[in-house]
C-alpha cells in the first residue's frame, strides 16, 4: 500500500474525511457532545450562525445537534471549504449557506437568510449577523426574541461596541477569554509559526539568529518555540516591562536597528502597521529570511519593498527572493502574509477545540437561562472557562 | 502580487530555481567554491559520482567545476530530480545520466557509463561504483589510475569490507565523520522528525505525551526537539546507560509496555527490526499517532497492521487509520517509511552543505595527493572535519 | 592569600563590607544616585523610614541622602543587621535606630521615634508607622505636614485597608506593581529556592522528581528552575487554567494525592494554610525532602508532624528527619520557614536593586509634588515602573 | 523547635550523624549492600583502601563490610574527616589511620600500614598504595598474593602507566568509565558549579552573561545549568567540533577576547593551565565575578592578579575583590580554587552513590576471580558499567 494520495470520487466523501481527521482530535467537543446528547440544552433551539465552514466547524455542529439544535450556518467569502459544506448539508438538521467563491455581497444576502431562520441563539463572527439584526428594520421581531448570542472576535465586539448597537440580549466574547489568549496566542501561534517556517524553506533552525519583534502574548510563544528549536533568539521589544521579562527568560533583547545586521529570520508579531519598514530591510543582513506572523499584513512594508526591489523571484512555493542595488538580498515567505496560515494549517485542531467548547458551553447558558443573563457585550463568565480548562486536562493529559 | 505559485515554463528553469535556493543556504560550499576556483586542485581530473542527483548535489557540482573538475554522475533510481538533472545538463563540465523513473538495470548502465568516462576520482554511494570497478574486468585497467575516492555511507562501507573488495587507492567513508553524525543525526534528524508530523497531522505538540523509541544520536535528537516544542516525552530505550543519560536529561524513561496506553505520538528511531511489533501496537493508546524515524521502514510491523485491521482508511496526506476489533485506532504516518524524508522535505540544506563540505575537501585530497594516501577504507581525516566545523562556524554564527 | 575567612577588626568595618558587596551588585541605584546628586530631589527633605536594617538598604539611604535626604530608619525585630546599623549611623546624614535582639515593644518605641524626627516623607513596611501617624494623637499635626509615603508591602497596604486608615496624602504600594511581581516572584524566588534546597541538602537534582505545590507565579518560577536543573517536575495546582498552562509548558501535573509517593522532593509554595496535610505528609515516599516556599510557614503542618513522628533528628543545618510508624521518613527543610531565606540568603541583591529603585522614585515623586499626588493607597504609577525596567535592562544587559 | 543548630556531644556521634544522611541518598549502594550481605563476596578477605575518609566513604565500608570484608582505610591529608573516621572506628571489621592535620609524611606511614594490613584487595587513590606496593622490598611477598585493585582517579592510571609500575593483578580504573564520565562530570559538575557561584555570590543569575571557558563534559554541563538558572551563556572553545556543537546547542560562541568585555560572570573549565590569563583578567567588564571549576587551580592566573592589583579586599565569604589601575575591579572566588568544592559541598551525594557502585562491583569480581582476571590496568569491564547503570536507574526513577 504505497498509494498516499487520497482518491476522493466525491466531494462530500472528501469533506467527512476531513472532519473524521478533526473529530480524532476534539475530544473536548467529543466530552461536551455525549453530555449535550443526554441533556438536550438545545431542544426545540434553532441556532444561526456565522463562522468558517471547516472540518472543525463541521464537529462543532455535530455536538450541537446532538444536543437538539437546528442549525444554519454561512461561512465568510474565500474561507468556506465546500467539500466540508457539502458534507454538511447531508446533515438533516444542519442547513450550510454559500460557498468559498462567494462575493462580499452574496455573504451578506446568506447572513441575511440565516437570520430569517428565525434563529432562538446566536453565534456571530466579525458582528455580521449581529449588525445586520440591530440595523435593518426586516429584523426588528426577531430582536426581541433572541435569547442571546455570541461573538468569535475581538474585532467584531469592537465593531459592536464602535456602532454603539444594542441589543436587548446577552453578547459573550469568545476571544476575550485568558484561557484561549493563552492557549492560542501563547502556544497555537508559538508553534504553528514554527511549523510554518520550516514547511515554506526547509532551513535549519539549529543555531540561527532569529529575531522576533515583538513580545507579547504570541511574541513570547513565538520566541520559545524557536529556541526550543535550537534557535539564537533575539527580542525585539519597545515596552521596557516586556522587554525586561524576555531577558530574564534567558533572550537576548536589542533594539531592532542594532540586530538587522544579524538575523538570519526575522519575524514579526507586533499587531503594528509598519513593524519592519522598508529601510530597516534594505539593512538586514544578506539573506535574511522575514516572517509576519502578527495580525496585519501591513507589519512588513511590502509595498515598498515590491517598488523598490531591482529583481523579484519566485524561489519556491511561498517564498520570494528580493535584491537590491549592491547584491543584497532578503527572502519573504507568503508574501508577508500569516506565515502559520499561509504556509502552514494554521492553528493546531487542538486549538480550535478549547476555542468551540467555549462556544458551546456559551451557546448552552443562552439556551438555559436567555434573557435573565446580562445583556450587553461581555466576556465568557469565568465558570466556563474553568469548565472548559477542566474538560481540557481531562482529555490531554 | 498574491501568485504564489511557481510557473515554470520550462524544466530547466525549475531546476535551476531549486539549485538557486539551495545555493542560498549553502555557504559553507559557497567558501570552498572560491577557493577552488582560485587554486584549481581539480584542474584536468574527472571525477565520477554516483550520488543523489538533487538541488544540493548540483551546487556541489559547481563547486567541483570551478575547481577545474570534469564530472560525470549518476543518480539513484527514484531518487533523481528530473528538472535538476536538466538544468546540471547545460553545464559544459558536468554530464548527468539517469532519470527518476530509472529501472534498477538502467542504473547499473549509468554506473558503468560513469566508469567509462575513465575518472581520476570517485564519489561513490553505497558501493555501486567501487563494486564494479573491483568486479568488472573491463575496468582493470581504471583500477591502476584512480587516484582514490570516497564513500558516502556507512552502509556502502559495509558492503565494500563485507565483499573483501580490495583496491588499490584510498576510500574515505563521510558518514564515518563525528562532525557528520552529531549535526546531522541529533541537529537534522531531531528537527526534521518534528517538522514531518506536524506537517503530517497538524496536531498540537504541546502537552501531548510523546514516546521515543530508541536514545542514540538521533533519538536523543528527536526527544529534544519535541521537548522543545512543548510536548511531554517520554524515553524507551534498553541500553541502560543511554537510558539513565536520558533520565538525567529530564526525560521521563520507561519500558515499552508500561508506557504503550499514556503514547498519544509514537515515533521509533532504534535502528532496529521490530522496535515496536504488532503486539505493542494493539495496546496503544486509542488514537495514537505513530511514526519511524529509523534507518528502516520494518521498525513498525506494517505489514501485521494491515492484515489485521478490521478497516484502514486514508486521513490525510500521509496519514491511514487502523481500527482494530473493539474500535481502538492508531494513525500511521507516511506508511512506516522515513517520516522526515515522506512528510517532509528531509534533513535541512544546510546539513547538506556541511555533508558535501566534507566531500569536497576529501575528493581534494585524493587529487593533490593520489595514490601517497593510505589505501584501504577510512573515515574522513580529522583534519577535514575540523576544518569544515571551522567553516560551517564561520557561515552559520 | 589562602585565608578566606573575613578578619573583621570592628563591627562597622563588618557592616561596611557587606555594603560595599551589595553596592557592587546594584547598578540601578547606582544611576538614580548619580541622578539624584546632580538634582538634589530631596534637598531639604527629611524621610521616615521602617525597613530591613542590611546591607541593601544600606545602599539606598546612600542614594536618598545623595539626592539631600535626611533619614531616620529603623528596621523590623530580627532582622537588624547590627553591623550594618553600626556603619550606617557613621553617616551624618543617617540615623538608624534599634537592633536585632529588639523586642516588639522596643520597636514600636522606635517607629514613634522615626515619626518624632518630623519626616516630610514616610517609606513605611507592613504599615508600622502610618498606623502610628493616623491614630496617635501625639502625631496630629505630623499627619498635615507629610507629603506622600510608599508602603513596601501588599500586607501593609491590606492592613491600611482594613482599619480604615486615611491619611490626607498619597500612599504608593511597592510590591504591588507588576515589575516587581514578575522579577521578584517569578525569578528571584525561583533561584533562590533552588539555591536553599542544594545548599541545606547537597543533593542532585538532576534527575529527581520534584513535586511543586501551586503554580502562581512564584510557583511557576519554582518549578522552571526545577526543571532547569535537570530535575522531572510534576506541578499540582488546583485552579483549572493555572493547571493548564502548566501541562502546556511541558509539565505533568496531577493532584496532590496521586503523586505522593513520587516524590523525592516537594515544595509547597501556595500562599494557603495547610497546603500540605499531615494526612498527606504520612503517604509520602520514604525519604522525601519537604520545603516551604509559600508565605506563611502554616502551608506545612509542621505541628502535627513534630507529635506524631515517632523519631526526630537534626540531620544537618536545617534539615531534620521524622520517622513514622512502620519506618517512613520524611526529611524536612528549615523547620517549614520560607526554605530560600532561611537556608539561603534571600532573594539575589539584584531584585531588591529593582525594589528599592521602585521606592526611590516614587519618594521622589512625593518629594517633588507633594499633596499635589491623588491621595490614597495606589500602585507605583506605571511610568515610574517603566523607568526602573529600562533602568534594569540598561544596567543588566 | 527553632533550633537548627546541631548539638553534637560526642564527634563519633556528629560522624554517624554525616554518614546517615548520605546513606538516607545512596540507595544504589543500600541496594548492593543487600545483595552482598546475602551472598558475602568478600568472606574471609581484607581489602585495604586509600580513598578520602568521609560520609559517603562511611556507607560504602558499611556495604563492603557486609559482603564479609575487613578493612583498613586511610585518607588522604586534609581531606579526613576526623568525626566520621572516629565513627568509623567503631566498627568491628574496619580500620581507619590518619587524620585531617595529617601531613604527607604521615600519609605515607599510614598508605605502609595499611599494606602491612596484608590485603588480599586495594582501592587506591592516586597511586598512592599501589606504587609502595611495586616499589617497597618490604611488600615483596604481598605482590604475589594481592588479588586485584582498583584505582580512583585518571591521574592515578596515568602516574602507574607512567611510571611503569608492572603489577601481576588486574587494576581496574573507576574514573575511566562512560558512566562515571557523563554522571559526574556533565550533570555532577554543572550543578555544582552553579551552586557554588549563588552561594558564594547570593548574585541573580537571571539575565546575567556568564562566559563559559571550555565545553567538554565539565564545560557542557556547566553551560547548559547555567543556562537553566536563566543566564545568557557564551562559549569559549578552541576546538572547532565541540565550537560547533555547542552553536547548535543554542549557545552564543565567541573568542575569548571577544566576550571579555561583556562577562558578568566567567568560568574556566577547561583542563589547562592558564586558560585566562592576567593579560585578559585585566580587559573583563568592570565587577566580572570569576571562577575556576577545571582541575588545576592554575586555569586562572591568580599570581599574577595578586602582585597587578592596586587593592585587595575580603568582600565575603570566598570573594575577594582585585582593583587595578584606572578603577576596573573583577571578584575572584575561593581563589581560583575549584569553585564547586571551595565553596560548595562537592558534588552530590548521589554522583558518589553511583561511583562507589563501580568501585564495590570491581572489588567483587577482584574478590570472586582473583587472577584469573586479566593483568593490568584497564577500564571498568562494560558489563559492570552496565549493571551500575540500571542499579542507578532502578533507584532513581
Not at 85 to 104: C, F, M, Q, W, Y
Not at 196 to 223: D, E, F, I, P, W
Request: glycine fraction near 10%.
Amino acid at each position: 500500500m504505497n498509494n498516499m494520495t487520497i482518491s476522493s470520487t466525491k466531494e462530500h466523501e472528501s469533506g467527512h474525511r476531513k472532519i473524521e481527521w478533526a473529530r480524532a482530535h476534539m475530544p473536548i467537543l467529543a466530552n461536551i457532545k455525549a453530555r449535550f446528547a443526554r441533556e438536550k440544552p438545545f431542544k426545540g433551539r434553532r441556532i444561526g450562525i456565522c463562522l468558517h465552514v471547516e472540518a472543525k466547524t463541521g464537529v462543532w455542529l455535530d455536538a450541537l445537534t446532538a444536543g437538539g439544535a437546528e442549525v444554519t450556518i454561512t461561512g465568510s467569502p474565500g474561507s468556506t471549504q465546500d467539500d466540508v459544506a457539502e458534507a454538511l448539508n447531508k446533515h438533516p438538521s444542519i442547513t450550510v449557506l454559500g460557498a468559498k467563491a462567494d462575493s462580499r455581497e452574496t455573504h451578506d444576502h446568506h447572513c441575511r437568510d440565516v437570520l430569517r431562520s428565525k434563529p432562538d441563539i446566536i453565534a456571530d463572527n466579525g458582528a455580521d449577523l449581529l449588525t445586520l439584526l440591530a440595523t435593518e428594520p426586516e429584523f426588528e421581531a426577531l430582536r426581541t426574541t433572541i435569547r442571546g448570542s455570541t461573538e468569535e472576535t475581538t474585532t467584531g465586539a469592537y465593531r459592536l461596541r464602535e456602532n454603539n448597537v444594542n441589543l436587548d440580549f446577552a453578547t459573550w466574547v469568545i476571544n476575550d477569554t485568558q484561557a484561549k489568549r493563552i492557549v492560542e496566542n501563547r502556544y497555537g501561534v508559538g508553534s504553528s509559526v514554527v511549523d510554518g517556517v520550516m514547511r515554506a524553506t526547509n532551513v535549519m533552525l539549529h543555531g540561527k539568529t532569529v529575531v522576533v519583534v515583538g513580545y507579547g502574548y504570541c511574541g513570547s510563544g513565538v520566541a520559545q518555540r524557536f529556541r526550543g528549536m535550537g534557535a539564537h533568539v533575539i527580542v525585539v521589544e519597545r515596552d521596557p516591562m516586556h522587554r525586561l521579562e524576555a531577558h530574564l527568560e534567558g533572550f537576548r533583547t536589542a533594539d531592532l536597528d542594532d540586530c538587522l545586521d544579524q538575523a538570519q529570520i526575522l519575524v514579526t508579531v507586533t499587531g503594528r502597521d509598519g513593524a519592519l519598514k522598508f529601510d530597516a530591510i534594505t539593512r538586514l543582513r544578506d539573506g535574511c529570511i522575514l516572517a509576519n506572523a502578527g495580525h496585519f499584513s501591513s507589519e512588513i512594508e511590502v509595498d515598498r519593498l515590491e517598488s523598490a526591489a531591482i529583481s523579484i523571484k519566485d524561489c519556491r512555493d511561498g517564498v520570494k527572493e528580493y535584491q537590491f542595488d549592491g547584491g543584497r538580498r532578503v527572502f519573504l515567505l507568503t508574501d508577508g502574509n500569516l506565515v502559520n496560515l499561509a504556509a502552514g494549517d494554521g492553528n493546531p485542531i487542538e486549538i480550535m477545540d478549547l476555542g468551540l467548547a467555549l462556544q458551546s458551553l456559551s451557546l448552552e447558558q443562552m439556551a438555559l437561562l436567555g434573557r435573565s443573563v446580562a445583556t450587553g457585550i461581555h466576556p465568557v463568565s469565568l465558570e466556563i472557562e474553568r469548565e472548559v480548562c477542566s474538560l481540557a486536562l481531562h482529555a490531554w493529559v
